[in-house]
């Protein structure tokens, strides 16, 4: 079969929708860091649609740690399928607002000569949690992070991502060039601010003149992003290939939904992001915080627990009555009440998560999810807790998905099997686990010592420590599944 590339375009399958726009006549506008499949199933779509009207915005993406994407999407001049999937079928369409894609490792110089040049307005980024190389807890830099020693000493030649946007600045303001504005995609709290305060601090420890003017010049935009993108199959590819009629080496798989928040906040410029169906606002915290609380929340509660119970995938764990009970009242009871969202239906916004989760075509591994807890777990459950505690509320739901984390990243499932503990911090939660002995309080005062991700002050709250040690109870004498029928009644 054919491969997909700008000469095979023309001959794939009618009814495909197409870039509608001249593909030699677009220039890049955005560099962007992490160009793994969530980017590709949300800002290159918006970006793909605006392209016709304003050809002066398309995508050269970079990936910072492996050149897959590179080499899956090189041969194919940068286009590649999504897939929106739902009950009613797989739809396929073909981006083209990708031009090229460089490797890091391999392109480095030529990634910031391009950062550098004042044709790139924009750079945005989807590192993960951990790329921005911070402490989870407090959103400060890691300054013993190993990749941010690397690049103090190695300064023009980076390798984190911060570490590249600092050189790449750092060109700009010696050559006179306006910054571009850098707009992270991530999940983290307030991404535009924490990735400010990451970056500028980088830029003053390596010259404190250059940190006053990351600081004072340099536009951090925070965005709220969405949409749910399992990791792509072979029998995806396999089906992929029978839709377009030509084989896509990385089509990307994803639901019907998609939302992007965007504080509005581009000196020098942007798409027009909202004609593309983002809404541009001046504040995008209540947005983040709504959905890092509610959807994310759920998932990494759903992921460790339906992990643990069996479930391969999300839509799994929705078949069983009692984890949707969970998962409605923990945003319901729990999480709701911490939100303050003026003009924001959130009984509604619920119940769509609730069908979204329960989408059978969308393969979503609860692995998947649980990677990164450690990166995770303060923004997507902690803050809440911490909202709650302060009120005297109960956190019966929410400190069960802490406990169920704990339970997980011991590394062993409830059958005896290994996990795949994917995390910064697995060593160290692993050596914790081994030090407990299978004992649930010792389990708990092990991980709760890891400030990083609990900060100083929950190891000390005993109300959590009772209730996350109460939960791991019931998950070492009746596991996962019974543990959720009992906590719904
Ligand atoms: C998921 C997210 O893998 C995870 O941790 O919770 O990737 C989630 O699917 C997206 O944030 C949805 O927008």
């Known amino acids: 079969?054919?491969?997909?590339?700008?000469?095979?375009?023309?001959?794939?399958?009618?009814?495909?929708?197409?870039?509608?726009?001249?593909?030699?006549?677009?220039?890049?506008?955005?560099?962007?860091?992490?160009?793994?499949?969530?980017?590709?199933?949300?800002?290159?779509?918006?970006?793909?649609?605006?392209?016709?009207?304003?050809?002066?915005?398309?995508?050269?993406?970079?990936?910072?740690?492996?050149?897959?994407?590179?080499?899956?999407?090189?041969?194919?001049?940068?286009?590649?399928?999504?897939?929106?999937r739902d009950a009613a079928g797989t739809h396929p369409r073909v981006i083209g607002s990708i031009l090229k894609v460089l490797d890091a490792n391999t392109e480095r110089e030529e990634l910031l000569a391009l950062m550098a040049s004042p044709q790139i307005r924009i750079v945005s980024l989807t590192v993960t949690e951990k790329g921005y190389?911070?402490?989870p807890a407090t959103g400060e830099l890691d300054q013993r992070h190993p990749d941010i020693v690397y690049d103090l000493a190695n300064p023009?030649?980076?390798?984190?991502?911060?570490?590249?946007?600092?050189?790449?600045?750092?060109?700009?303001?010696?050559?006179?060039?306006?910054?571009?504005?850098?707009?992270?995609?991530?999940?983290?709290p307030s991404n535009g601010a924490t990735v400010k305060r990451i970056v500028s601090k980088l830029a003053s420890l390596r010259d404190a003149a250059l940190g006053a003017w990351v600081a004072d010049?340099?536009?951090?935009?925070?965005?709220?992003?969405?949409?749910?993108?399992?990791?792509?199959?072979?029998?995806?590819?396999?089906?992929?290939?029978?839709?377009?009629?030509?084989?896509?080496?990385?089509?990307?798989?994803?639901?019907?939904f998609t939302q992007w928040v965007i504080e509005d906040n581009f000196p020098d410029g942007r798409p027009a992001f909202e004609r593309a169906g983002a809404q541009l606002v001046e504040d995008v915290e209540p947005f983040e915080r709504m959905k890092l609380r509610m959807l994310n929340g759920s998932h990494s509660t759903m992921a460790y627990l339906g992990y643990l119970a069996g479930h391969e995938y999300v839509s799994d764990a929705m078949?069983?009555?009692?984890?949707v009970a969970l998962i409605h009242g923990l945003m319901t009871e729990e999480v709701m009440p911490t939100l303050d969202m003026p003009g924001t239906d959130l009984g509604a916004y619920r119940d769509q998560l609730l069908e979204r989760f329960a989408n059978?075509?969308?393969?979503?591994?609860?692995?998947?999810?649980?990677?990164?807890?450690?990166?995770?777990?303060?923004?997507?459950?902690?803050?809440?807790?911490?909202?709650?505690?302060?009120?005297?509320?109960?956190?019966?739901?929410?400190?069960?998905?802490?406990?169920?984390?704990?339970?997980?990243?011991?590394?062993?499932?409830?059958?005896?099997?290994?996990?795949?503990?994917?995390?910064?911090?697995?060593?160290?939660?692993?050596?914790?686990?081994?030090?407990?002995?299978?004992?649930?309080?010792?389990?708990?005062?092990?991980l709760v010592g890891l400030t990083e991700v609990f900060g100083d002050d929950l190891a000390d709250n005993e109300v959590f420590g009772a209730d996350v040690v109460e939960h791991l109870d019931s998950l070492f004498d009746v596991g996962a599944a019974e543990t959720v029928r009992e906590i719904v009644g």
């Open 156 to 188: 023009t030649a980076p390798k984190s991502a911060p570490g590249m946007l600092v050189e790449a600045l750092a060109r700009r303001h010696a050559a006179g060039i306006t910054p571009f504005a850098v707009m992270s995609c991530d999940n983290l």
């Open 319 to 323: 078949g069983d009555p009692a984890f």
């Open 360 to 446: 059978p075509a969308l393969k979503h591994r609860t692995w998947q999810i649980a990677m990164d807890g450690s990166q995770k777990l303060p923004q997507r459950l902690l803050g809440t807790i911490r909202d709650r505690l302060a009120t005297g509320q109960s956190i019966e739901r929410l400190s069960l998905g802490v406990a169920a984390w704990m339970r997980y990243v011991m590394g062993i499932d409830e059958k005896g099997e290994n996990i795949d503990v994917r995390d910064p911090l697995a060593m160290r939660m692993m050596a914790i686990s081994a030090g407990a002995g299978g004992d649930p309080e010792e389990l708990y005062e092990g």
């Open 133 to 135: 190389c911070h402490d």
């Open 217 to 256: 010049k340099v536009a951090f935009p925070g965005t709220m992003v969405d949409r749910i993108v399992p990791s792509t199959t072979d029998a995806d590819r396999a089906t992929v290939a029978e839709l377009i009629g030509t084989e896509d080496a990385w089509p990307i798989m994803t639901e019907p």
């Open 1 to 84: 079969m054919t491969r997909l590339s700008a000469t095979s375009l023309a001959a794939i399958k009618q009814g495909v929708a197409v870039p509608d726009y001249d593909r030699a006549a677009i220039t890049p506008g955005i560099v962007h860091l992490g160009i793994g499949a969530f980017h590709r199933a949300h800002m290159a779509v918006y970006v793909d649609d605006l392209l016709k009207d304003q050809p002066d915005w398309a995508i050269v993406g970079a990936s910072l740690r492996r050149p897959d994407t590179k080499d899956a999407l090189q041969p194919q001049d940068g286009l590649y399928t999504i897939a929106v």
